[in-house]
């Protein structure tokens, strides 16, 4: 299958920093990439879909200027939590669909801490 | 709307086998995705189906009926290490995935 990598794997973080998580695409090329949140015991939360060369697309209720993605090249996503607070601390998790089923793959996952 | 159903938690006896059902509402479709997800870990892909019929993949199968919007994923010789949650995924028209919340799956000894 088709291997994808987060970084960091987890992080801890003074409120009101920035956090930058990168989502990588090791064997395959992705001009799609998905950033989802999952918090404990909760389902899911996809938050927004990063789009190689253009905007990316962010759910209802997310605010685009508080998470930042950039889609930077076929291979690489970022996502930034721009003045993080306790309440972003989760569980961050890319994916990136591939072959002809567009099976997402996901990445390990980050797991952010605000203090 | 767009809606998944499956079961919320389920138990189940090391060595038997265990069937985790998932209903589906999607506005067009191009596939139903079974995924497990262990405790504070990524989801990982289990299998995938588009057609109807049964596909089968070692000590997991999974089962589609397009009519009927159902779909299993029929887990055998259960062993301790299945305890997960198993999600279940339809893919729309616009090829976006729409997630079903999870069945925990726990396994007794």
């Known amino acids: 299958g088709a291997v994808v990598s987060q970084h960091p794997s987890w992080v801890i973080c003074k409120s009101g920093t920035s956090v930058k998580i990168e989502c990588r695409s090791l064997?395959?090329?992705?001009?799609?990439m998905f950033w989802y949140r999952q918090f404990p015991k909760q389902s899911l939360m996809l938050m927004a879909t990063?789009?190689?060369?253009?905007?990316?697309?962010?759910e209802q209720g997310v605010e685009k200027d508080k998470f930042l993605i950039n889609h930077a090249s076929l291979t690489l996503s970022t996502l930034t939590v721009t003045s993080a607070h306790p309440e972003d601390s989760s569980f961050y998790i890319c994916?990136?669909?591939?072959?002809?089923?567009?099976?997402?793959?996901f990445g390990p996952g980050t797991r952010l801490t605000v203090l | 709307g767009q809606n998944i159903d499956q079961p919320t938690e389920m138990t189940a006896t090391e060595g038997a086998i265990v069937q985790i059902n998932c209903t589906y509402q999607?506005?067009?479709?191009?596939?139903l995705f079974w995924y497990q997800q262990h405790a504070g870990e990524a989801p990982t892909f289990l299998s995938y189906?588009?057609l109807d019929g049964l596909e089968e993949k070692g000590r997991f199968s999974s089962f589609l009926s397009r009519s009927k919007g159902y779909s299993y994923l029929l887990l055998k010789e259960l062993q301790m290490k299945d305890s997960a949650s198993y999600l279940c995924?339809?893919?729309?028209?616009?090829?976006?995935?729409?997630w079903g919340a999870g069945t925990k799956l726990i396994i007794k000894p």
């Open positions: 064997d395959f090329q992705a001009t799609t």
């Open positions: 994916s990136a669909p591939q072959g002809e089923t567009d099976t997402q793959y």
């Open positions: 990063s789009n190689e060369g253009s905007k990316a697309t962010y």
């Open positions: 995924a339809a893919m729309d028209s616009n090829y976006q995935l729409i």
């Open positions: 189906n588009v």
């Open positions: 999607t506005s067009g479709f191009n596939g």
